[in-house]
Nanobody
Framework: QVQLVESGGGLVQAGGSLRLSCAASGRTFSTYTMGWFRRAPGKEREFVASISRSGGYTNYADSVKERFTVSIDNAKNTMYLQMNSLKREDTAVYYC?????????????????WGQGTQVTVSS
């Protein structure tokens, strides 16, 4: 079992930056592939980014490549999502998740544990 808690969301102007955190308790990050997903109003949940157990491999949705960076600190049992050059279309509830598949599995069904989500709102 692992419990995940996201933080760091908020309101930011377009072009700005935010850093989300996902703190884990229970089994450590090194056991799981970790991912970020988001759900915008009226839309399906979508994959954002994933990172391997070691932190050495990452995968990103095309819509966030070169703007978002996922990282982990296994010593702190925390995953981060650095979001730069934010756009209005990045507005969503962001969720972190833990699973056992490879980082290239972008379906939510590949992840077993989920946080409660944190709201990110980008204004123009």
């Amino acid at each position: 079992q692992v419990q995940l808690v996201e933080s760091g969301g908020g309101l930011v102007q377009a072009g700005g930056s935010l850093r989300l955190s996902c703190a884990a308790s229970g089994r450590t990050f090194s056991t799981y592939t970790m991912g970020w997903f988001r759900r915008a109003p009226g839309k399906e949940r979508e994959f954002v980014a994933s990172i391997s157990r070691s932190g050495g491999y990452t995968n990103y949705a095309d819509s966030v490549k070169e703007r978002f960076t996922v990282s982990i600190d296994n010593a702190k049992n925390t995953m981060y999502l650095q979001m730069n050059s934010l756009k209005r279309e990045d507005t969503a509830v962001y969720y972190c998740a833990a699973g056992s598949g490879t980082i290239y599995r972008t379906q939510g069904s590949s992840y077993y544990y989920w946080g409660q989500g944190t709201q990110v709102t980008v204004s123009s």
